[in-house]
C-alpha cells in the first residue's frame, strides 16, 4: 500500500474512532401513562403506587457530568404495608435483576412485610417498556435506576407512612449493582446530598468496576455472593470490601457461600444462561468522571453504548451458570430479615 493510502487509511480510522468515541447514547422519554393507569387499579388493600420523576442517564459520567441534557422518565413502584400497624413504618426499596421481577425476589419483600418493614418494589425496567435486559444492559442501565432509587428516595420523604431516616435499599444482579453504587460518594453528593439510605444489602452485584475514588456512604453495606458465581464473580467484591475495610470502613462487609452460583436464591436447578455476560475475566475502572474503561492492554472508555460493546468483547464471554443452592438460599433470607432487622428496627 502506498504511503498516501496509508495515510488516508490511518485519517479514516482515526475519524471513526473519534466518531464513536464522542457519541452519545440517550433514550426518548417514554410513555407509560395507561400502563401506570392500569397498574394502579391492580393493587392490594395494604398498597399504594408512587410514582414520581427521573432521568434516563446511560452512564455514571450523565450523572455526574451532563444530567441536564438527559430525558425524564416517570417511574413508578408498588410500596407494601404491614400488617403491624405504626404509625411511621421503615421501609426497603427493592430493585429486580436483569430479568426483571422473580418470586424469590417477592419472597424477601415478604419477609420484610412480615417484620414490621414496609417495602417499595421499584418498577424501572415496565416505566422503560423493557422486560429484560440480559446480555445487553443497555435498554435500561444500572446508573439509571440508582437515579431512579434516589428520585424514589426523595419522593417517599413526602409520605407521612414513611420514616424517611430508615430507608433501607436491596436488589439482585443488576439491581444488586444499583444497591450498592447507590451507597458511591460522588453519586450521593450529586443526587441526594441531604437524604441517604439507611442500609444496604447487594445481593451477587456486578463489582467489576472498581472505583478510582472509593468513597462510600458510612451506612451499612452488606454483599451477599456465591463463591462459584461467574456472571459477576466474588472475587472483586471481597477485594472491594478489603480495600474499604482497609481504609477504615468498618460499615461495610462480605459473605460469600460455598459451592454457591449466581441467583443461588432461586428455586431452579443449574442451567446455563446462553446470551448472559460471563464477567469472571473482566476488570474495569470507574474513574471520578463516572467513565468505566476496560483493564487490559488497551483502555477502551466505554463511554456509549457501542464503546461498552466493544470494551466487553475483549474480556467477557456468553453462557454464566446460574441457579439454586438451598443452603445458600436458606441462609440468605435469614441473613436479610436479621440485617435489616437490626439496621432498620433496632432489634
Not at 19 to 45: A, C, M, P, R, W
Not at 71 to 95: A, D, L, R
Not at 132 to 159: C, K
Request: aromatic share 10%.
Amino acid at each position: 500500500m502506498k504511503r498516501n493510502q496509508k495515510n488516508l487509511l490511518g485519517v479514516i480510522i482515526l475519524i471513526i474512532f473519534v466518531s464513536i468515541y464522542n457519541y452519545q447514547t440517550k433514550y426518548d422519554t417514554y410513555d407509560n401513562k395507561e400502563f401506570i393507569k392500569n397498574v394502579s387499579l391492580s393493587l392490594e388493600e395494604n398498597q399504594e403506587i408512587i410514582i414520581f420523576e427521573s432521568k434516563n442517564p446511560f452512564n455514571f459520567y450523565d450523572i455526574l457530568n451532563n444530567l441536564n441534557n438527559v430525558s425524564s422518565q416517570t417511574v413508578y413502584g408498588i410500596i407494601t404495608y404491614p400488617e403491624i400497624k405504626k404509625n411511621k413504618y421503615p421501609i426497603i426499596i427493592g430493585v429486580a435483576g436483569s430479568a426483571g421481577w422473580g418470586e424469590h425476589h417477592y419472597k424477601y419483600l415478604d419477609i420484610y412485610n412480615e417484620i414490621g418493614i414496609a417495602t417499595l418494589a421499584l418498577h424501572s425496567f415496565e416505566s422503560r417498556g423493557v422486560t429484560s435486559t440480559v446480555g445487553e444492559q443497555v435498554s435500561a442501565t444500572i446508573p439509571m435506576v440508582v437515579h431512579d432509587a434516589f428520585s424514589a428516595l426523595n419522593a417517599l420523604s413526602n409520605n407521612k407512612k414513611i420514616d424517611i431516616d430508615q430507608v433501607g435499599i436491596t436488589g439482585w444482579s443488576f439491581g444488586g449493582g444499583v444497591s450498592l453504587f447507590a451507597g458511591w460518594k460522588p453519586i450521593m453528593d450529586k443526587l441526594s446530598p441531604n437524604l441517604k439510605f439507611a442500609a444496604h444489602l447487594p445481593l451477587y452485584p456486578p463489582c467489576v468496576a472498581k472505583p478510582d475514588v472509593p468513597e462510600f456512604t458510612d451506612s451499612p453495606i452488606h454483599i451477599l455472593i456465591g463463591e462459584l458465581d461467574n456472571w459477576v464473580p466474588a472475587e472483586p467484591c471481597d477485594q472491594l470490601v478489603t480495600e474499604l475495610k482497609n481504609m477504615n470502613y468498618e460499615n461495610i462487609d462480605i459473605t460469600i457461600y460455598d459451592n454457591a452460583h449466581h441467583s443461588f436464591d432461586r428455586t431452579m436447578d443449574l442451567k446455563i444462561a446462553d446470551s448472559a455476560y460471563r464477567l469472571e475475566d473482566c476488570r474495569l475502572s470507574l474513574n471520578d468522571q463516572g467513565v468505566v474503561s476496560t483493564d487490559t492492554f488497551i483502555k477502551i472508555p466505554m463511554k456509549n453504548s457501542i464503546m461498552q460493546k466493544l470494551g466487553l468483547m475483549f474480556c467477557a464471554e456468553r453462557g454464566p451458570t446460574w441457579g439454586g443452592n438451598d443452603i445458600a438460599r436458606s441462609q440468605s433470607f435469614e441473613f436479610a430479615k436479621s440485617f435489616f432487622s437490626s439496621n432498620l428496627l433496632n432489634d
